[in-house]
């Protein structure tokens, strides 16, 4: 089945600086997204993004579906960005269900 | 405000014993799932439904057992088979079936077997 793999698997900033979570995935995929976990446990989707570029604010993700890779930049970060971010994707072969990545753990700090 | 209701939030079973988590969306949608989450890795599905009266296993679904009886309703019993259920457990909810669609995600119930 697909692998996906996330690096770095952590990730400690200052608050203000800026980051680059990657997201490498073995199979061609039809849908591919970002989550982000806060420290309780929520999780909420950040971008539907198979392929392009997508930006909401100060995070942007940008998908290349042809070297099967993901990027999820965010920008200015806050001690509210602190939590782990997910990388999932799907096709046919995972009956589109999504696979998950183990996930960048990130904090930041004040 | 619509949403995931998952309840409780924290769960301690004793060896041998079933319990059922609780999960409801007032969202109308069709579609629902059951993650597990084991500390430092992401989500493994469980259990889904994409109508009401059907569910199809997920990746781990060997232990557990689910209904959807009720659109807004698709409670998890983890089964005494379960060997090992500590773990985060989440419930999500999509419009209708196929991961293109956004997830929203319940607050997600703590399982510590005692």
């Known amino acids: 089945g697909i692998q996906v793999e996330q690096s770095p698997p952590d990730l400690i900033l200052q608050e203000g600086a800026n980051s680059t979570l990657r997201c490498n995935f073995s199979d061609s995929v039809n849908n591919l997204q970002w989550f982000h976990q806060n420290p309780w446990g929520q999780l909420i989707n950040l971008f539907y993004?198979?392929?392009?570029?997508k930006q909401n604010g100060r995070l942007s993700a940008t998908t290349v579906a042809t070297e099967r890779y993901s990027l999820l930049y965010i920008s200015s970060s806050q001690t509210t960005d602190s939590g782990v971010y997910f990388c999932?994707?799907?096709?046919?072969?995972?009956?589109?269900?999504?696979?998950w990545g183990a996930g960048t753990k990130l904090i930041i700090k004040p | 405000d619509g949403g995931i209701t998952q309840s409780p939030k924290y769960l301690f079973r004793k060896e041998g014993q079933n319990v059922t988590l609780s999960c409801e969306q007032n969202l109308n949608h069709d579609a629902m799932y059951w993650y597990r989450q084991d500390p430092g890795q992401g989500l493994r599905l469980i259990y889904y439904s994409q109508i009401v009266n059907d569910f199809q296993k997920g990746d781990i679904a060997e232990g557990y057992s689910v209904s959807r009886e009720k659109k807004e309703s698709f409670p998890l019993t983890v089964t005494s088979a379960q060997k090992n259920p500590t773990a985060f457990y989440l419930c999500?909810?999509?419009?209708?079936?196929?991961?293109?669609?956004?997830?929203?995600f319940g607050s997600g119930t703590r399982l510590t077997v005692v």
């Open positions: 999932a994707v799907s096709s046919m072969d995972s009956n589109y269900q999504l696979i």
């Open positions: 993004i198979p392929s392009g570029t």
């Open positions: 999500a909810s999509t419009t209708r079936t196929g991961a293109n669609y956004g997830y929203t």
